[in-house]
């Protein structure tokens, strides 16, 4: 079946210390890619978004993601992560060819501590 | 207008009565999403619309919920005879097109079912 997984619930680190979200895919062709972020109080907003071509690939707030199409990952990073990034993070995947809806990975909550 | 816009913001219900949420999604987007959010839950899928095309419905999860879009606009989700386990965020979202899109979300309706 078709399906997004997010292993990690809870996460926790250091401000200042490095960040990697794992996100886990099972498609029969690799779907177009997404991270989106829901910080508290406010909306969920689009990070970046991987279709094709260079498999890391740059977004907003200074986080990255690398597709790695032999390990169905497309996993989240930040180099030196911030206090304000402290937020739900969600995965989402949207198959390839033609029309198809938005499915959401159960989310990631990082905690930020000084 | 300038986003996706949801209301009212907050619900308070009694078991069994009807509720309707309302949705006004970014002028000119076709598709439009209605996602339910529980805690610990992730974002689960309830239904899409497509410009002309049927709706997908296929993560409504029981009879009790519908929704109709009127004039590829503004979208209604209708819950009937609501019950403990609807209490969630239910969130909207648009987009230009479905498929490979960035989503705009609304900020949600907070549905509390006493």
């Known amino acids: 079946a078709q399906s997004v997984t997010q292993p990690d619930i809870h996460i926790t680190v250091s401000e200042g210390a490095s960040l990697e979200l794992r996100c886990n895919y099972s498609?029969?062709?690799?779907?177009?890619l997404f991270w989106y972020v829901q910080s508290p109080g406010q909306g969920l907003q689009l990070l970046l978004k991987?279709?094709?071509?260079?498999?890391l690939v740059q977004g907003i707030k200074g986080f990255e993601a690398e597709f790695k199409r032999s390990q169905s990952s497309f996993n989240l990073r930040k180099p030196s992560v911030h206090w304000s990034d402290a937020a739900e993070y969600f995965c989402?995947?949207?198959?390839?060819?033609?029309?198809?809806?938005?499915?959401f990975g159960t989310g990631t909550k990082l905690q930020v501590i000084p | 207008g300038a986003g996706v816009s949801q209301s009212p913001s907050n619900k308070v219900t009694e078991k069994g009565k009807d509720v309707e949420l309302r949705c006004d999604p970014i002028?000119?987007?076709?598709?439009l999403y209605w996602y339910r959010q529980s805690l610990g839950q992730g974002l689960e899928f309830l239904i899409y619309?497509?410009?002309?095309?049927?709706?997908?419905k296929s993560g409504l999860p029981s009879d009790r919920f519908s929704a109709e879009r009127t004039g590829g606009s503004v979208s209604t989700l209708t819950i009937q005879r609501t019950q403990q386990e609807d209490s969630a965020v239910y969130l909207c979202?648009?987009?230009?097109?479905?498929?490979?899109?960035?989503?705009?979300f609304g900020s949600g309706t907070q549905l509390s079912v006493l």
């Open positions: 979202a648009s987009s230009r097109r479905t498929g490979p899109e960035k989503l705009f």
């Open positions: 498609y029969g062709a690799t779907p177009y």
């Open positions: 991987y279709f094709s071509g260079d498999t």
């Open positions: 989402a995947v949207v198959p390839s060819g033609g029309y198809q809806k938005v499915t």
């Open positions: 002028s000119g987007h076709t598709a």
């Open positions: 619309f497509q410009g002309n095309s049927a709706p997908d």
